[in-house]
């Protein structure tokens, strides 16, 4: 659970500092179009972006400034295919002050950038933050069962792997318990927390098993493991 709990965390830091980079990113852009003049670009080369496994194309763009200076730029996007082609006019955006500080003036020249890293951070932040607030409150609902569920006594079944989780290629294990509740007949499953280290040397004798449950719920339960011995840090 250890690992459970360093991807939890891991997972909201580099969310939220990604949201708050484009939250800056944004601010910052926002400045630039506000304070920006406009001018008439010409696409003079599309210069290839190599990644591990793709190339995209950005386009070069000249410029000329209001003072007459020309200049060239790099576009900070880039596409595959080319988005421009050779000598294709563009609108461009630069500031006085700094006329190298130029982009082309497209909705995905300025902010794509922004939405794709709000986008995966927002991913990563409700990921990490989910998780936080499921463990927060699954221990509330833990500590309440402990101090006010009621204990019935339940036939162990079995040690089970749990196949849906996977950390570092390794499952958990669970005990999977049974009770027939004397007031309806029906019969309930109960499977435990996970565990990581297998139980079944220190289990296998037992024939009951301590189950708290939720006065008349016994779908919210805790089964009571606390006879095991704890896994070294």
């Known amino acids: 659970m250890n690992a459970v709990s360093i991807i939890k965390y891991v997972f909201t830091l580099i969310g939220a500092a990604m949201l708050i980079g ?9 400045a630039f179009v506000a304070s920006a003049v406009t001018a008439e670009g010409t696409v003079v080369d599309l210069q290839p972006s ?12 000249r410029y000329k400034t209001a003072t007459g200076e020309q ?18 006019k563009v609108e461009v955006l630069y500031l006085p002050s700094e006329p190298g500080n130029a982009s082309i003036n497209t ?9 794709i890293v709000g ?18 409150r699954k221990a509330r609902q833990d500590e ?8 019935i006594e339940t036939s162990f079944q079995s ?13 958990p294990f669970r005990v999977t318990t049974q009770w027939q509740n004397p007031s309806t007949s029906q019969i309930h499953v109960f499977e435990s927390d996970n565990l990581w280290f297998d139980p079944t040397p220190y289990i296998q004798d037992k024939k009951k098993i ?21 896994v070294a840090d």
């Open 22 to 30: 484009a939250v800056y990113w944004f601010q910052h852009t926002r």
């Open 107 to 115: 909705f995905f020249s300025l902010w794509l950038g922004h939405l």
């Open 159 to 171: 040690v089970e792997l749990n196949t849906s989780l996977s950390v570092n290629g390794r499952n």
């Open 119 to 136: 986008g995966v951070g927002g991913v990563f932040f409700m990921v990490g933050g989910g998780i936080m607030v499921a463990t927060a």
């Open 144 to 151: 309440f069962l402990r101090t006010q569920g009621v204990p």
């Open 71 to 88: 200049i060239e730029f790099v576009s900070s996007t880039g596409s595959n295919p080319p988005g421009y082609r050779k000598g294709e």
């Open 210 to 230: 301590t189950v708290l449950i939720e006065r008349d719920n016994p779908k919210k339960y805790l089964v009571d493991l606390s006879f095991l011995p704890k």
């Open 50 to 61: 190599r990644s591990s496994d793709s190339v995209t194309y950005k386009p070069v763009v």
